[in-house]
């Protein structure tokens, strides 16, 4: 993404009278098939500022009120600027529009029983006494910002692609720079004449630090051609000596500075690591640190339950072997370079790496646990219990040839099961919620600090130790790899490019099938892509709307539950705001889980499911490749072992180029293909 380009000369200010048209259209019924008609009135005497206009319906010759199907804004009088339409809503008979209203329709009260509404605005000046500072971002979320390169008003933000790293933290960014680099937060385009005095933020650098600050207006509000106007740190008077405090960048410093129409802030020249605490707009002439209001943990469980007594002991592994444990079977992770064997102990380093698990099997197949459900996992252990714990289910045949391989697990909290001393871990056999009759190991995994841990011991024992506390089982959301419907089939699409979206739609009409997408909410909040219109014509073509995230972090790599929480609701209200819809489906970003974000989405969304995949084209590895191709062989390969759940992206346009050849393989198994909600027999789910 790149930053705000600098303009060649100043724009200067224009005031001028503005008109735009509406047109209404309605229709003698509401009926599907009813013909439209089309009525037009003319809003004139617009300005630059905002603006409340209430249009009553006796404005549009021969409109049905009572058959209304669609408004349409034209005949904007200029284009050179960029337009807002804010709110527009249905108002009782008889509303004036408020005092704030800047056009009169009628001299005398309307006679109509109903009127439209509309707002156009920019960002307005508050009514003394009620200025707020404005944030522009508080930092709370890594993934916001580098992935999706948003600021906290849901705006672009990023550095030129330059910068050695961004390290989002504690309410806190770390920008290391690399070169000439920059970092730049687009801000709409603020008015902050007689309302704001500047922005501020917290930074802590070393002493020596050096940097420049570039504000960005534009008259126009077009942040394609700002006006620019530059200060360095030390004309600011800014100095730097290695601890936290706060800066104010004061607009009265910047000559000339066109504070109705702020668009960009652009911070370049560093000379040093730079950490910046939250960045807000001031009110009147003082500013102060931005307060992040504090994030409350959602309340655990401190029940207990009572201590059983099963029949065995069984030593699993005691870390004597690198390639297999105390039971002679296969025991390794997905990555070498994260855990040492040595000394009879293992050494996990995963820093932080929540999608990456380590494994322990009970036998080369199935392995029938059940005898053992009165008995408890012991993990002898030192350093970190931030992590999961995981027992594997097989899949309904035993063979691992056969997708998906494993079919499901449960996990729990390292942490919850932990003795005072933090030294050993006990949790009952009978808290892992699968089917104990096929299992095929213990996983460890989830881990999502960055502090080590060390095991040296893992083993089935009897009975816990006198006086330990055994805590009570939390509900964790089902996972699913595979639809549970015989002879069933279902695209489950995560977000992609809305540029891409008609292709993907004209795919699935032409194949008469319904999908699944998986959306991340802050982007439908984002009136400049149009994914929420995209996403309304894919709800209103009978296709299922669930949950992706909010920012699209690795969930369970998040640091606490407050944050999950966080990502989750957000996300909720966000499809809840932009489309109407509920869902007690999830897809992970990334399919990265463990405990805490299952035990979470279920305490939220009760009742849902937690949806994973058996079927990966692999787009993030071949779509931009010189062998875009590979695309349909990983595709085959997982239909050929008999997945039936599929994870695609309509990011790339090699990839929905395929998707009519998707369609066609899946359909030539001769599997039914339906939405997931359809795969998954949920009893909500429309009739197929």
Known sequence: MMAPATPSRPIRQVKRKLRLTVEIQTTADCSATAAAKSSYFTVS?????????????????DANAASVKAFIFESFSTTSGTWEIGQTSFVCGGASGGSSSVMVTSATKPSSTSEVSVSASTTPSAAPGTCKD??????????RLTFLFYNAMLLPSSDDGTMSSIVVANNHVTLTKKDSSYFYSMLGCVSATNKYGGIGMTINAPAGATLQVELQTSVSCDSSKPTSSVLSSAQLGWTFSGTEKYYSIPFSRF????????????????????????LAFYCGTTGSPYPVPSSSQPAVPTSTVPATTGPNAILIDAFSNPNANALGFWHGGDDPSTYTISGGRITFAMKGNADLSWYTQLSGSCSDFTANDNGYLHIAYTGSAAFSVA??????SCNQNVAPYPQTWDDVEAGRYSNDAKTDIYIPMTHFNIDRKKAIGFALKGFYASATTTVSKIEIVRTVPAGFSVPSKIDTAPLYFSCTRP?????????????????VLQAVNAADIKVTFFTVGAPLLDSGNNLTNVYKEMLGRGHQ????????????????????DSELTQAIDAVQKTLDVKSKYFRPPFGTEGARI?????A???????????????DYLWALSSTPEKQLDAFQRDLARGGNLVVMHYLYPSTVQYLPQFIALAKATGKRLMRVDQCMEDPEAPPL
Request: a negative charge.
């Open 45 to 61: 005497g617009l300005t630059i500022n905002t603006q409340t206009v209430t249009i009553p319906f006796t404005q549009w010759a």
């Open 134 to 143: 404005l944030l522009i971002d508080d930092w709370s979320s890594q993934s």
């Open 255 to 278: 000559s000339g500075l066109d504070t109705g129409h702020i668009t960009a802030i652009v911070f370049s020249n560093f000379n040093q690591v730079v950490t910046f605490g939250p």
């Open 391 to 396: 027992l594997q289910q097989h899949n309904p």
């Open 487 to 503: 002879d069933s089939f279902a695209f489950a699409i995560d977000d992609g490019s809305p540029a891409l979206a008609q292709q």
């Open 545 to 564: 709307m669930a949950y992706h995230s909010f920012t699209h972090p690795p969930m369970e790599g998040l640091p606490d539950k407050a944050a999950i």
């Open 598 to 602: 299952r035990q979470r989405l279920a």
């Open 604 to 618: 939220l969304i009760p009742g849902s499911r937690f949806v994973n995949w058996s079927v990966d084209v692999e």
